[in-house]
Every structure is written in C-alpha cells, then in structure tokens.
C-alpha cells in the first residue's frame, strides 16, 4: 500500500517562500502521476499543480503559473513544490496525491497524504 507524506509546510508573510516535500513510501510506477492539490477552509479542493512520474511534462493552474514549480526527484520517491511571491490566498492545507491520470480532477486520484499547513499572512 502505497503511503504519501508531505512536509514543509508553515506561516510565511506575502511575497515569501516555501518549499514542501512529499515522499512516496512504496513503489511509484512510471505510468503514474503525482500532484499537489490544497484546500481553505470551506472551499472545495483545488487543483495546484502535477508531473508525470517518469516524463518532465508538468501542468499547473493559472492561479500558480509562474509563482510555483513542482519536481521530483526520482530516486528518493520525493515530489517537492517550490512556492513563491507567495499570497494570503494560497493560504490552505496542500496534500499530495497520486494517480495514474494525467488529470487535475482530484477524483482521479487514489492515494492521497495527510497534507501540510501553509499560511501566508502580514
């Protein structure tokens, strides 16, 4: 059974950085993709960003494009989310998933992490 848990997480003030973690224990199949989803409270969960496990093909929402970068490191089951110019509104808890499905719908994702806090506030 695969397992997925994220880090990194924290309170940053607007404009600034963070990076979260997520490593895979178990086995990543190279057909996979895994994707960083986040959630406010009482909004829906929301797509943020993906990459193919075994390709460079990544896709990320227009609310993210050209602040946040996702990557992997293959060998250490490890997917990371580097965020910055970083706004209140990216404020939520951003959980990790994988599937098998080059898709933002976090319905076609079947493993998911506990997810991490991030806070961006003055």
């Known amino acids: 059974q695969l397992q997925l848990a994220e880090s990194g997480g924290g309170s940053v003030h607007p404009g600034g950085s963070l990076t979260l973690s997520c490593v895979a224990s178990g086995r990543v199949y190279s057909s996979s993709v895994m994707a960083w989803f986040r959630q406010a409270p009482g909004k829906e969960r929301e797509f943020v960003a993906l990459?193919?496990?075994?390709?460079?093909?990544?896709l990320y929402a227009d609310s993210v494009k050209g602040r946040f970068t996702i990557s992997k490191d293959n060998a250490g089951n490890t997917v990371f989310l580097q965020m910055d110019a970083l706004k209140p509104e990216d404020t939520a808890v951003y959980l990790c998933a994988k599937g098998s499905q080059y898709s933002n719908d976090p319905r076609d994702y079947h493993y998911w992490g506990q997810g991490t806090q991030v806070t961006v506030a003055s």
């Open positions: 990459t193919r496990w075994s390709r460079t093909s990544t």
